[in-house]
C-alpha cells in the first residue's frame, strides 16, 4: 500500500522533530533556547525554569490519549486545576531522578488543585514504564506517547514546549501553558514552579 505525498509529508516533518527532541534527550541541563523563535514572550531565569506572564500564555493544542493503565484522559477536562505535565521515559535516569520530588509533591498539592500527568515516550512498550511507577511510588496517570506525537503536536510553535527528556510544562488553572523546565527538578524547583500558580486568582 503507497502512502500519498501528503501522507509521506506528514510523516517526515513527525519524525524529524521527533529525531530533534530524541538528539537533546535525556540532558540533565537547560538548553537554554527559549523554544520556537520569535516573540516569545516569556522569561527563562538563571535555574533554567521559563516563565510566561499571564497575559502572555498560550493554550496547547489537543493533548488527550490512553494512559498506561488503559483509561482514556484529555488535559482540557482538568482545567479549573493546576496541571503539571511531566515528560519522562523509564530509561532516561534524570527521570528517575526526579520521579521521587514529584510523587511527593503531587500528593502535597492535590488538595490545593494541583493535578500531574506524565508523558511517558519513547518505552516501546508499557511494561517497564508500569514498573517504574511502582518503583518511584507515582500514583498519578501517565499519557502513554511512544512515539512522542503527543510531545511533538500538542504544544504550539513559539510556546514553552518540551524540548528534552525530562521536561516540565506546567498549565495554570485556565489551561494555558504558565511555565517550563528542560531539566530534572528536585522538590524545591518543582514547588518554585508550581505554588505561584496555585496563589493566582
Given amino acids: 500500500m503507497s502512502l500519498s505525498r501528503a501522507s509521506r509529508a506528514a510523516l517526515l516533518t513527525t519524525a ?24 516569545t514572550n516569556f522569561v527563562t531565569d538563571a535555574g533554567g525554569i521559563s516563565t510566561a506572564a499571564k497575559g502572555q500564555r498560550t493554550t496547547p493544542n489537543k ?3 490512553e494512559t498506561l ?15 503539571v505535565l511531566n515528560v519522562w521515559g523509564s530509561w532516561c535516569p534524570p527521570c528517575r531522578a526526579e520521579a ?5 509533591v503531587a500528593k502535597a498539592t492535590k488538595s490545593q488543585g494541583v493535578e500531574f500527568v506524565g508523558i511517558n515516550t519513547r ?10 511507577e511502582q518503583d518511584y511510588g507515582v500514583e498519578y ?9 503527543l510531545i511533538v503536536n500538542g504544544f504550539p510553535k513559539g510556546s514553552l514546549n518540551p524540548q528534552a527528556i525530562p ?21 524545591t524547583e518543582l514547588r518554585k514552579i508550581v505554588e505561584p500558580l496555585i496563589a493566582e486568582k
Wanted: glycine fraction near 14%; hydrophobic fraction near 35%; include cysteine.
Fill in 16 to 39: 524529524v522533530a521527533v529525531g530533534a527532541l530524541t538528539l537533546s534527550a535525556c540532558t540533565g541541563g537547560d538548553t537554554g533556547k527559549s523554544g520556537g523563535g520569535g516573540n
Fill in 63 to 65: 493533548l488527550a490519549g
Fill in 69 to 83: 493503565d488503559g483509561k482514556q484522559l484529555d488535559i482540557a477536562d482538568l482545567k479549573g486545576k493546576v496541571v
Fill in 100 to 104: 521521587k520530588h514529584f510523587a511527593k
Fill in 123 to 132: 518505552d516501546p512498550n508499557k511494561t517497564p514504564a508500569l514498573a517504574f
Fill in 141 to 149: 496517570p501517565s499519557l502513554y506517547d511512544p512515539a512522542g506525537k
Fill in 167 to 187: 521536561s516540565t510544562i506546567v498549565l495554570d488553572r485556565e489551561g494555558k501553558i504558565a511555565a517550563r523546565s528542560l531539566k530534572a527538578l528536585d522538590e
